[in-house]
């Protein structure tokens, strides 16, 4: 495939405003691409400075061809092929981290944003709070100057445009964390505060920090990918990217500096992301991380195996219907019942090869706001929901390592390591599990019914499997 020419920028780099942390498979499908259709439709300075905190792979596959690649979007009633312009640099902080900052603190910059995953926060999940334990942020604490973490880069911008009397910047957080927008200010102001005092207060003052609500399945992108694109268009882009045809972006409307003219390329700007987002967080990503630890178990490489299986897809009616739509707030403008509905359609799209491998990545980070806040307010009504129970069971199986036919399994978590030694040592897992404060919050780790419930899903899934744990969850 490399024998073909290489996709290459045709025409002039745009000018940057926004500097982009994380260039991976979701900011190119979703951000870059609402980027890309606000600019010719509306105009205006909004290339994109994309940085990787240390990978070089995105540099490396985007800068030979002039920041431009495929955005590919497939459906099951064909593909259709768009070349995306917004990036007009990437560069790599741990090579050059001053470089970073300079950009950061060009005053041309007017926004930063983020989709860093999860653990890129270096927060407690369970708390929200800073992890000064977190290797980065300790380095980061001690060299203010040179940091290494997406929040100590955006406390020295802003430090430095301060001491150059330069506007501040609106930080915007588009991963997939509860009050996104919230938590990064508080982070943001946590780490300034242990700094300098002042330079809390001024970044108070000078930045804005919009929750945002994302949405858009995007698997990251494979070889087979890059050659199928290579068929179809002839070139060869190793940046390319494919996801599914459906995206929603729920914005709030709080810019300190402007913002790309979004709303033309159908993000919606609203006062208050919050009823959207727990939506999203809860029935999105909380089925999904159900399949991809119970569905992973049982064998289902894809989402859509997956929920090809009747069992599976009646697991996620079952779940938004019984235990998740009951703690919502209907959002403006959606209606709950349809909203999953349309998931599950989603999910069936077999053109769309999302692995649950890929989705069951990173679980310590995830389960606080996909499942556990969930099992809370259910508890908080008197109701012990058993099919969450299961996926936190299922969650508690998959990270011991191994399949239902012994086979190993590959888990990537920053806490897999803890994880090991406490699975090692215990006698009773679902129990030693509990007890990761950084995953589970104490009332909820100390309720006995959530215990019960978690420790008898654990037992079956052990005993019967996954695949007949479902079966039963779903005929009681
Ligand atoms: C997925 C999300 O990988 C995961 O954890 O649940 O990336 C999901 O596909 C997106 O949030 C969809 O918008």
Same mark, same amino acid.
């Given at each position: 495939?490399?024998?073909?020419?290489? @996709? $290459?920028?045709?025409? *002039?780099?745009?000018?940057?405003?926004?500097?982009? /942390?994380?260039?991976?498979?979701? =900011?190119?499908?979703?951000?870059?691409?609402?980027?890309?259709?606000?600019?010719?439709?509306?105009?205006?300075?909004?290339?994109?400075?994309?940085?990787? +905190?240390?990978?070089?792979?995105?540099?490396?596959?985007?800068?030979?061809?002039?920041?431009?690649?495929?955005?590919?979007?497939?459906?099951?009633?064909?593909?259709?092929?768009?070349?995306?312009?917004?990036?007009?640099?990437?560069?790599?902080?741990?090579?050059?981290?001053?470089?970073? @900052?300079?950009?950061?603190?060009?005053?041309?910059?007017?926004?930063?944003?983020?989709?860093?995953?999860?653990?890129? !926060?270096?927060?407690?999940?369970?708390?929200?709070?800073?992890?000064?334990?977190?290797?980065?942020?300790?380095?980061? &604490? *001690?060299?203010?100057?040179?940091?290494?973490?997406?929040?100590?880069?955006?406390?020295?911008? +802003?430090?430095?445009?301060?001491?150059?009397?330069?506007?501040?910047?609106?930080? &915007?957080?588009?991963?997939?964390?509860?009050?996104?927008?919230?938590?990064?200010?508080?982070?943001?102001?946590?780490?300034?505060?242990?700094?300098?005092?002042?330079?809390?207060?001024?970044?108070?003052?000078?930045?804005?920090?919009?929750?945002?609500?994302?949405?858009?399945?995007?698997?990251?992108?494979?070889?087979?990918?890059?050659?199928?694109?290579? /068929?179809?268009?002839?070139? !060869?882009?190793?940046?390319?990217?494919?996801?599914?045809?459906?995206?929603? %972006?729920?914005?709030?409307?709080?810019?300190?500096?402007?913002?790309?003219?979004?709303?033309?390329?159908?993000?919606?700007?609203?006062?208050?992301?919050?009823?959207?987002?727990?939506?999203?967080?809860?029935?999105?990503?909380?089925?999904?991380?159900?399949? *991809?630890?119970?569905?992973?178990?049982?064998?289902?490489?894809?989402?859509?195996?997956?929920?090809?299986?009747?069992? =599976?897809?009646?697991?996620?009616?079952?779940?938004?219907?019984?235990?998740?739509?009951?703690?919502?707030?209907?959002?403006?403008?959606?209606?709950?019942?349809? !909203? #999953?509905?349309?998931?599950?359609?989603?999910?069936?799209?077999?053109?769309?090869?999302?692995?649950? %491998?890929?989705?069951?990545?990173?679980?310590?980070? $995830?389960?606080?706001?996909?499942?556990?806040?969930?099992?809370?307010?259910? +508890?908080?009504?008197? /109701?012990?929901?058993?099919?969450? #129970?299961?996926?936190?069971?299922?969650?508690?199986?998959?990270?011991?390592?191994?399949?239902?036919?012994?086979?190993?399994?590959?888990?990537?978590?920053?806490?897999?390591?803890?994880?090991?030694?406490?699975?090692?040592?215990?006698?009773?897992?679902?129990?030693?599990?509990?007890?990761?404060?950084?995953? =589970?919050?104490?009332?909820?780790?100390?309720?006995?019914? =959530?215990?019960?419930?978690?420790?008898?899903?654990?037992?079956?899934?052990?005993? +019967?499997?996954?695949?007949?744990?479902?079966?039963? /969850?779903?005929?009681?």
């Amino acid at each position: 495939m490399r024998n073909r020419p290489r @996709l $290459k920028r045709d025409g *002039a780099k745009p000018k940057t405003g926004i500097v982009h /942390f994380g260039p991976g498979a979701f =900011f190119r499908a979703f951000n870059a691409v609402y980027t890309h259709e606000a600019i010719e439709n509306a105009g205006g300075d909004w290339g994109i400075i994309a940085v990787s +905190l240390r990978s070089t792979a995105a540099r490396d596959q985007l800068l030979p061809q002039g920041g431009v690649y495929t955005s590919v979007t497939r459906t099951q009633s064909g593909t259709k092929h768009e070349i995306i312009g917004p990036i007009a640099d990437v560069k790599v902080a741990a090579e050059d981290p001053f470089a970073v @900052l300079d950009a950061m603190t060009d005053p041309s910059v007017k926004i930063v944003s983020l989709t860093i995953t999860e653990k890129g !926060y270096c927060h407690e999940p369970a708390t929200g709070r800073l992890n000064l334990d977190h290797p980065d942020v300790i380095h980061d &604490l *001690a060299h203010a100057d040179s940091p290494q973490s997406a929040i100590g880069f955006i406390v020295s911008a +802003l430090a430095r445009r301060r001491k150059a009397d330069f506007p501040g910047f609106t930080v &915007l957080s588009c991963d997939n964390l509860p009050s996104n927008g919230q938590l990064v200010r508080e982070l943001v102001l946590e780490f300034a505060r242990i700094i300098d005092g002042q330079l809390a207060e001024w970044i108070e003052q000078n930045a804005s920090f919009p929750a945002t609500m994302v949405d858009r399945i995007t698997p990251a992108t494979t070889d087979q990918d890059i050659e199928t694109l290579g /068929f179809e268009a002839g070139y !060869y882009d190793p940046a390319c990217v494919a996801h599914e045809a459906f995206r929603q %972006w729920v914005i709030e409307d709080n810019f300190v500096g402007g913002r790309p003219a979004w709303e033309t390329a159908g993000a919606q700007f609203v006062t208050s992301v919050g009823a959207h987002e727990t939506m999203k967080l809860r029935c999105l990503n909380g089925t999904h991380s159900a399949l *991809a630890y119970l569905g992973y178990l049982a064998g289902y490489e894809t989402i859509s195996e997956c929920v090809a299986d009747r069992h =599976f897809a009646s697991l996620c009616e079952k779940l938004w219907h019984n235990e998740i739509i009951p703690t919502l707030q209907q959002p403006h403008g959606e209606d709950l019942g349809a !909203y #999953c509905d349309g998931l599950l359609q989603r999910y069936r799209d077999p053109t769309v090869r999302h692995r649950t %491998w890929q989705i069951a990545m990173d679980g310590s980070q $995830k389960l606080p706001q996909r499942i556990l806040g969930t099992i809370t307010d259910n +508890l908080a009504k008197g /109701f012990v929901p058993p099919g969450l #129970c299961l996926v936190v069971a299922g969650w508690m199986r998959y990270i011991g390592g191994h399949d239902e036919s012994g086979g190993a399994i590959d888990v990537r978590d920053p806490l897999a390591g803890r994880i090991k030694d406490i699975c090692e040592g215990a006698s009773d897992t679902v129990n030693a599990l509990l007890t990761l404060e950084e995953v =589970f919050p104490q009332e909820l780790a100390d309720s006995s019914e =959530f215990q019960h419930a978690v420790a008898a899903a654990y037992r079956r899934l052990v005993t +019967l499997g996954a695949r007949a744990s479902v079966a039963e /969850f779903i005929k009681d």
